[in-house]
């Protein structure tokens, strides 16, 4: 009898895990046939090219497809989806998109690397948190001896947690269990699914897997999970500054740096198009999930209610940079490609 009842509740418990595994498997579901699927795309004189992201700071080019107003009648826009930063750096190394979505150490990195490119803007200054399953953790040090779903690793959102990790005087890898996945998307799959209790994560993969955790079956086995640290406070605590970081933004191409008046129209629809999103959550919502269905729409919602979304040309975003810069500099010279990257990595509108 004890042995049949052993076996009956690991039956239970396999099936437990299937069933998690097959609806989180749903939630961050790599679908096949959106208009926003990764293909090779030829880059032309008769096209524009978005290389971007499934996080907020593709939102507005979302925006600007689904007006219809850029370039209209002059050229056909095309948008391919990148997933890490490796992919991402082959894309611009081989001048397949005209517009990049890029972090803005990667942009830094590609730029001392000697391509002819250009940042035109940082729009992206809130969008990471830690994420646990523990309300009472508030700082980094609650974490000490924790494992926390690291995604990746050596590129953001991971430099920035091992930069807060040095400054306040903990060992990012002695004092912290890291635990490297490929993806945010991964990080969150570990969450939801219990394999961690905590995770760095970047919106809308944070709102994703909070909402989750609240109800369904999700809640059933995963219990609930919170924004437990605001990575950007603890930037602005730990480095006394304001309380926001230069994570991303937007990179043209060599291709689209030939036609500057192209440029320049795209920089100030972005801006406007940003200005939409921010004060739309539920609009920009049901817009990203026709373009990118592997998103939930609730989490997208919720992602735009807490991330910091601001198109600050290239120059204006100088006086955030250069000191972010600086710190991965001095950490590591390779973080941003060797050396600071000289004014002409601004574009100047």
């Not at 969150?188 to 993969?205: E, F, G, H, T, W």
């Not at 994703?208 to 605001?230: C, F, H, M, N």
Request: aromatic share 10%; charged share 25%.
């Amino acid at each position: 009898m004890i042995h049949l009842k052993n076996r009956e509740n690991k039956n239970m418990k396999f099936k437990a895990h299937l069933v998690m595994a097959i609806f989180v498997l749903g939630i961050f579901a790599c679908g096949s046939n959106g208009p926003s699927e990764n293909r090779t795309v030829e880059n032309t004189d008769k096209n524009i090219i978005f290389a971007v992201p499934f996080a907020p700071v593709s939102y507005p080019i979302l925006k600007m497809l689904e007006d219809g107003k850029f370039e209209k009648g002059k050229r056909k826009l095309q948008l391919i989806l990148w997933k890490n930063p490796d992919q991402l750096k082959a894309l611009v190394a081989g001048h397949q998109a005209d517009f990049f979505a890029v972090p803005s150490n990667v942009g830094a990195i590609l730029y001392n690397k000697g391509l002819d490119v250009k940042l035109l803007n940082i729009s992206i200054w809130r969008a990471i948190w830690l994420v646990s399953r523990n309300n009472d953790k508030k700082t980094l040090s609650d974490f000490k001896g924790e494992t926390i779903a690291m995604p990746f690793k050596g590129d953001m959102p991971h430099l920035v947690f091992m930069e807060l990790v040095k400054k306040e005087g903990l060992d990012p890898e002695k004092d912290f269990k890291l635990e490297y996945v490929p993806s945010p998307i991964d990080a969150a799959k570990k969450m939801l699914m219990r394999r961690v209790d905590n995770a760095l994560l970047i919106d809308p993969a944070v709102s994703t897997v909070v909402e989750k955790s609240k109800s369904g079956i999700t809640g059933l086995i995963a219990p609930t999970i919170y924004r437990s640290v605001d990575i950007q406070n603890e930037w602005g605590r730990l480095f006394n500054t304001a309380s926001e970081i230069p994570f991303a933004g937007i990179m043209a191409g060599s291709k689209i740096l030939k036609h500057p008046d192209v440029v320049r129209r795209f920089i100030a629809e972005y801006k406007e198009a940003t200005k939409w999103c921010m004060k739309h959550p539920g609009e920009v919502a049901k817009m990203v999930i026709k373009y990118i269905p592997q998103l939930n729409e609730k989490g997208v919602e919720e992602a735009m209610k807490n991330v910091t979304l601001r198109a600050d040309d290239a120059l204006k975003s100088q006086k955030a940079l250069i000191p972010f810069f600086k710190i991965l500099y001095k950490s590591k010279p390779s973080l941003i490609g060797g050396k600071m990257p000289d004014a002409n990595f601004y574009f100047v509108r």
